[in-house]
């Protein structure tokens, strides 16, 4: 999972072939992924024809060009109260997510710990649980502690679920920081909460805004934790308002759908973009230690 | 102000490993000492515990007579340089100097003032506003030292500082470190495996190995006068020639039989203890064992031997002959002509000659250096003036911050 592990260049020392067969192996491997890819992109692809289109249905065609359908969608309250129900939700989530995961994780990191390695491991299978097998439980527990049908509350739940995998992420990434410098400047005679404001926090801090963004996805496309633990209709988060295009205006609006999913995806898309450019070449600690 | 250390019986056990044990070693004021030993010796365990950042197991370590065993590193007041160099790659290079007086809360202008005269005196002014990783391995090395530098600090710690320069640079350091540490006088404990090194900087070497200390000593005494096997074969390149020998009496004074020969040993030297059944670890320094006709007339043993492998160096030659069953080295002069399979005569002087008991490889010989008691005491003169001469000087050094500026 790391993206700080340095991966050997697959071209050093290596000769290079020039390559020119097509051998069969890879040929099966790119079909099977064009046919994977287009059950990915085809549906995207509806989205932008879709919204675009002056009579649009469940077809993929080439629209008929108007805006309507976005001056539509973006004139109506209910998206934009979507869209800011939806911020607050991914928003708390992400920051009680990136501050307990750095809690967390320094230690985790830094101290000998015993039993660290079975926690760790507890953590891993943790994240991989499907959050559908808890919610019974989380709702009757929210139903005790009077907590349903609040954004704030939801979010708290959210966090919950995210944070074993957040752990994981920015544990590899304060492991990457070299210990010699903290040590470096203790003996500089810095207090320990100034190493961490000075030292660890700046060096960490392309893992940090990492583990945020992915955080940050998950929570805004989250659709079955808010559906189940939030029913207040004035503040429903955009995957379940786009759920109620579908069924309860009775009349498909594909117009609509296709704009509101459109315009609830670009967040994501942008975030994705600068994510990945975090992952590629931000963490640089060259000039520390070594030549 | 300078401070001596103390280390009184410390060990430091890593689970049931022991990686220093029973260390007893006391850095004078102002010294500069160096900790040499091959990899895993507990030399860097021995001074990581001396900067906070391990615990010893047991036993006392005193910095300037304040017992520091729970002291945090922040308030030892002492500055490491690491081997990695340990720049915090997010700051520039003024910004990496000023960490440790920032972080001390000294006043912005003072700050801005030590940071300027430390990159004066490490030709780092034009360098700092550069990043890091901006800078050369020879830059950074320097940064490093800046940083422990501009502090001022009681006791200057060192892990193999030098280890990652290219051989030219490495030389190059090796004189500006000496030169720095004459200007500062900073007690100084400077840990290296390099042997040139530890021969060429220190005021005093401490030989490591196992976790043990093997021997303290001025270079020049640790050369002449190894405490033991480890320590004659440690220091020294090429390295020391051993071979079996036993004590025997000739005319009624002792003598060594070794390599078919026997050699009576000079007046000057006297047995130590006595060898267990008079087996003994010849010891010959490769300088020692000469080419007969380079060799002056103090070379009164021969030894016949058929040379195995000749290397020559430019300036002299290592030559590995083999005689009476032993594979020994000699050093040559460069132009011998002296060929692979040929016979050589080797000569050696006897007054040259160590000897260590077999079996607990101590050395069992009391030379005197240099040839004599006389020169040893005027070394150890001279050295203990350089010290006082060295404080002196730190007094009055212009440009030098004085410790009454420090915060």
Redesign the interface.
């Known amino acids: 999972m790391s993206a700080v592990e340095t991966r050997p260049r697959a071209n050093e020392n290596l000769i290079v072939v020039p390559y020119r067969r097509v051998s069969m192996a890879a040929l099966i491997t790119n079909v099977v992924l064009i046919l994977l890819g287009g059950f990915f992109v085809l549906p995207m692809l509806w989205m932008v024809f879709a919204s675009l289109d002056s009579s649009p249905d469940w077809a993929i065609k080439l629209p008929s060009l108007t805006f309507a359908n976005f001056a539509d969608v973006i004139g109506t309250a209910g998206a934009l109260t979507a869209f800011r129900s939806s911020l607050i939700l991914a928003g708390t989530t992400t920051v009680i997510t990136a501050v307990l995961a750095v809690l967390a994780a320094y230690p985790l990191s830094r101290m000998h710990i015993p039993f660290k390695r079975t926690f760790m491991l507890a953590i891993l299978f943790a994240s991989g649980l499907p959050v559908a097998m808890l919610i019974v439980p989380v709702y009757q527990l929210y139903v005790y502690l009077g907590w349903l049908d609040s954004l704030y509350t939801t979010a708290m739940f959210l966090a919950a679920s995210s944070l074993p995998f957040a752990i994981w992420l920015m544990k590899n990434f304060i492991d990457a920081v070299p210990v010699e410098l903290e040590q470096a400047a203790a003996i500089d005679g810095a207090s320990t909460f100034r190493i961490l404001r000075q030292v660890v926090l700046p060096l960490t801090l392309p893992g940090i805004a990492v583990t945020a963004i992915y955080t940050f996805i998950n929570a805004w496309g989250a659709f079955i934790i808010p559906f189940v633990l939030n029913s207040n209709p004035e503040d429903q988060p955009g995957p379940i308002e786009i759920y109620n295009f579908m069924g309860s205006h009775g009349l498909f609006k594909f117009g609509d759908l296709a704009v509101f999913s459109l315009l609830f995806s670009l967040p994501v898309i942008v975030l994705y973009l600068f994510m990945s450019r975090y992952f590629s070449g931000a963490f640089n600690f060259s000039g520390a230690v070594r030549g | 102000m300078q401070s001596d250390v103390q280390f009184e019986g410390v060990h430091k056990l890593f689970g049931t490993e022991a990686a220093v044990e029973d260390l007893n070693l006391t850095v004078d004021a102002g010294e500069f000492m160096v900790l040499v030993g091959p990899s895993g010796c507990g030399k860097t365990t021995t001074l990581r515990m001396l900067?906070?950042?391990e615990r010893p197991s047991y036993g006392r370590i005193l910095i300037g007579e304040k017992l520091v065993n729970n002291v945090?590193?922040?308030f030892?007041d002492?500055?490491?340089v690491?081997q990695?160099?340990?720049?915090?790659?997010?700051m520039n290079v003024y910004d990496n100097l000023a960490?440790?007086m920032r972080?001390?809360g000294a006043a912005g202008p003072l700050v801005d003032q030590r940071v300027k005269e430390t990159a004066e005196v490490l030709g780092l002014g034009q360098l700092l506003k550069r990043?890091?990783?901006?800078?050369s391995?020879g830059q950074?090395q320097r940064v490093a030292l800046g940083?422990a530098l501009i502090?001022q600090p009681q006791v200057f710690l060192m892990d193999e500082p030098l280890s990652?320069l290219d051989a030219g640079l490495r030389v190059q350091m090796r004189a500006e470190l000496s030169r720095l540490h004459d200007r500062f006088r900073v007690t100084t404990m400077y840990v290296t495996h390099d042997q040139v090194e530890a021969m060429t900087m220190g005021d005093r070497i401490a030989v490591m190995n196992s976790g043990r200390l093997q021997q303290v000593d001025m270079p020049e005494t640790l050369y002449d006068n190894p405490a033991n096997l480890f320590v004659a074969g440690f220091i020294g390149s090429p390295r020391m020639n051993f071979v079996p020998g036993q004590i025997t009496t000739e005319n009624g004074k002792a003598a060594v039989r070794f390599l078919g020969v026997t050699a009576p040993l000079a007046a000057s030297s006297q047995l130590i203890g006595d060898a267990s059944g008079g087996e003994v670890t010849v010891g010959i320094r490769p300088e020692d064992l000469m080419w007969r006709p380079a060799a002056g007339p103090d070379s009164t043993l021969t030894l016949s031997s058929e040379v195995d492998v000749v290397e020559p160096m430019g300036h002299e030659a290592y030559v590995t002959a083999v005689c009476a069953g032993q594979t020994v080295t000699s050093r040559f002069p460069p132009r011998s002509g002296v060929r692979t399979h040929e016979r050589v005569e080797l000569a050696l002087n006897p007054a040259r000659l160590h000897l260590f008991d077999a079996r607990s490889g101590e050395s069992i010989l009391q030379r005197p250096v240099a040839g004599s008691a006389e020169a040893l005491k005027s070394a150890k003169e001279a050295w203990i003036g350089r010290s006082a001469a060295g404080r002196d000087r730190q007094s009055r050094a212009p440009g030098v911050p004085s410790k009454a500026e420090e915060i």
């Open positions: 900067a906070g950042l945090p590193p922040r030892r002492v500055a490491m690491f990695s160099y340990a720049l915090y790659p997010h960490f440790g972080a001390r990043r890091p990783s901006e800078l391995g950074r940083r502090r990652n």
